[in-house]
C-alpha cells in the first residue's frame, strides 16, 4: 500500500497550461504503474495516463495525446501530469492511482480495476 498526495490543480483560461504532481509514499520498491484519472461533475472516473515504474513507457487516452505528457522521477517517488492547450473539457478533478498488477495487455491500465491505492483527487477547472 502506498499514500498518494495530489498538487498542482487550480484555475486556467482555455489554452492554457498546468502541472500535477503527485507524491508516493510507502511500498513503492515493487510498484509497477502509476495513472492519472478524472472524474467531471456527474461523470465517471475516466482514464488519462498510465505510466510504468520501471521503464517510463507510457499509454495516453486518445484526447489528450498531443497536449498532455505523463512522467515520473523514480528517486522522488513522484509522478507528474503536464497538461498543455486546456480545454473547458478538461474540467475535472483528477486523481493519482498506482498498480502493482501485471497484465500482459496495456489495455488493462487504462480501466480502474488494477489500481489499488488513490489520491484524493485535485480540482482542475478550465475557464475564461
Known amino acids: 500500500q502506498v499514500q498518494l498526495v495530489e498538487s498542482g490543480g487550480g484555475t486556467v483560461q482555455p489554452g492554457g497550461s498546468l502541472r500535477l504532481s503527485c507524491a508516493a509514499s510507502?511500498?513503492?520498491?515493487?510498484?509497477?504503474?502509476m495513472a492519472w484519472f478524472r472524474q467531471a461533475p456527474g461523470q465517471e472516473r475516466d482514464f488519462v495516463a498510465h505510466i510504468r515504474w520501471t521503464d517510463g513507457s507510457t499509454t495516453l487516452e486518445d484526447s489528450v495525446k498531443g497536449r498532455f505528457t505523463i512522467s515520473r522521477d523514480n528517486a522522488k517517488n513522484e509522478v507528474y501530469l503536464q497538461m498543455n492547450s486546456l480545454k473547458p473539457e478538461d474540467t475535472a478533478v483528477y486523481y493519482c492511482?498506482?498498480?502493482?498488477?501485471?497484465?500482459?495487455?496495456?489495455?488493462?491500465?487504462?480501466?480502474?480495476?488494477?489500481?489499488?491505492?488513490w489520491g484524493q483527487g485535485t480540482q482542475v477547472t478550465v475557464s475564461s
Open positions: 510507502g511500498r513503492t520498491s515493487t510498484l509497477y504503474g
Open positions: 492511482a498506482a498498480t502493482w498488477r501485471y497484465y500482459s495487455n496495456s489495455y488493462y491500465y487504462t480501466k480502474q480495476i488494477p489500481y489499488d491505492d
